[in-house]
């Protein structure tokens, strides 16, 4: 007999081949790494191209506006009760999800002379309470996750020094907060547990030329927009584009990030490298971490270690259609990352891997359907006492 849950996604499938037969012509809306809108370039650019002036007609007082809205689906082979283990935005089992409405305000700044621009993230919905950082509080179902003004430098090269003061999203990792931005539907484990969300502090950005950029930060801590301890953290980013078809991309972070703890140390680093050939897109990220021994930890008297390694591959099948997949691995070794999620009692390393499947369907104007599989597997029993769970999700994105 079928569950209620599986009716729900059949439904679904049946309503996203109709969207794939319908006869719409396709607006550009773009889930990969290749082009993003401002809020997300960002992360990657130190000196934002979609943020920067252009020649085009001055939107009221240089404001302009963007944003979208989503909602979800998700249903899971092993649920907790209404529950999906280790998830992040796609934490409910077998209901509908009032995801996001996102709005984003920018102030574009002037590269080339002095200048100033603002830039702001506000997240409506249930996605929101898994952004909040310590020390900022909208209620569980609101969050502004970027607030920063930005002062620019000219120099000679014309690209400018930037100086940025505020909340801002992380530079860490392939995948973004803003989800219809991401190649898939799901987020990976790396984001989950390997990376911080937000940053509060300083960040000054350069664009050397053409292939270096490099972006170095002053923070809080991770997540914190009041500092827990009395020592801040820092954060350095070396990007390069050797070609317009490939980046590569080193970061650090060190800093204590434990509550009343000045002392214990977490220090890791990232590599991300991306290729695009044709329509073919191919990502890769590699991450390594360590914390010293403090009493948040399970065993307070070792470090703590972790790595975790991801692939994308991302597949343009045609203006309508494109395909996603994503591997990822995570070592836990001692649970550190992941064992409150999980629910571990113990410092037993935690395995943690999973492979994606999403369809990115672009048949509707200004929207995305994203059915996506997905499969997980842990070695401890996490998933309603198995080692493993299956997931179907859904979800549809409004985008302006």
Same mark, same amino acid.
């Given at each position: ?51 920067? #002036? ?58 080339? #002379? ?164 044709? #329509? ?121």
């Amino acid at each position: 007999m079928k569950t209620p849950g599986t009716y729900k996604a059949a439904s679904l499938l049946a309503c996203l081949l109709f969207a794939l037969a319908t006869p719409v012509d396709a607006q550009t809306i773009v889930a990969s790494t290749s082009t993003r809108p401002d809020s997300a370039a960002a992360r990657r650019d130190s000196v934002p191209r979609a943020s920067e #002036k252009t020649d085009e007609a001055e939107p009221p007082l240089g404001i302009t506006l963007s944003g979208y809205v989503e909602s979800a689906f998700n249903v899971s082979s092993r649920p907790n009760g209404s529950a999906i283990t280790g998830r992040l935005y796609e934490r409910t089992n077998n209901q509908f999800s009032l995801n996001a409405l996102k709005l984003t305000l920018d102030r574009a700044h002037d590269p080339k #002379k002095m200048d100033a621009g603002l830039h702001a993230d506000v997240v409506f919905g249930q996605n929101a309470q898994m952004l909040q950082s310590s020390g900022f509080n909208l209620g569980p179902n609101g969050d502004v996750y970027q607030l920063y003004g930005t002062l620019n430098f000219p120099t000679p090269n014309g690209n400018g020094v930037q100086v940025r003061l505020g909340r801002m999203a992380t530079f860490m990792g392939v995948e973004l907060i803003e989800t219809p931005l991401n190649p898939n539907l799901s987020i990976g484990n790396a984001f989950i547990y390997v990376e911080n969300f937000t940053q509060t502090g300083v960040s000054v950005e350069h664009r050397f030329n053409s292939v270096v950029d490099m972006q170095v930060r002053v923070l809080n801590g991770w997540d914190q927009v009041q500092d827990v301890n009395d020592r801040l953290s820092y954060m350095a980013r070396l990007g390069l584009s050797p070609d317009a078809a490939t980046t590569i991309t080193v970061e650090g972070y060190v800093g204590p990030e434990q509550e009343s703890n000045n002392t214990a140390l977490r220090t890791g680093a990232e590599i991300m490298a991306s290729r695009k050939v044709g #329509k073919v897109t191919l990502s890769l990220q590699g991450d390594v971490g360590r914390e010293q021994q403090n009493e948040a930890l399970f065993d307070p008297t070792t470090d703590a270690a972790w790595w975790a390694t991801s692939g994308w591959l991302v597949i343009d099948a045609t203006p309508k259609v494109g395909v996603a997949l994503r591997a990822d691995y995570l070592n836990d070794r001692n649970s550190a990352r992941t064992g409150a999620a999980f629910g571990l009692l113990g410092t037993e390393g935690h395995k943690l891997g999973s492979a994606t499947a999403t369809l990115n369907v672009k048949s509707f104007p200004s929207m995305l359907l994203r059915p996506e599989v997905r499969f997980d597997r842990s070695s401890q029993l996490v998933f309603n006492g198995k080692t493993s769970q299956f997931t179907f999700g859904m979800s549809a994105a409004y985008l302006f």
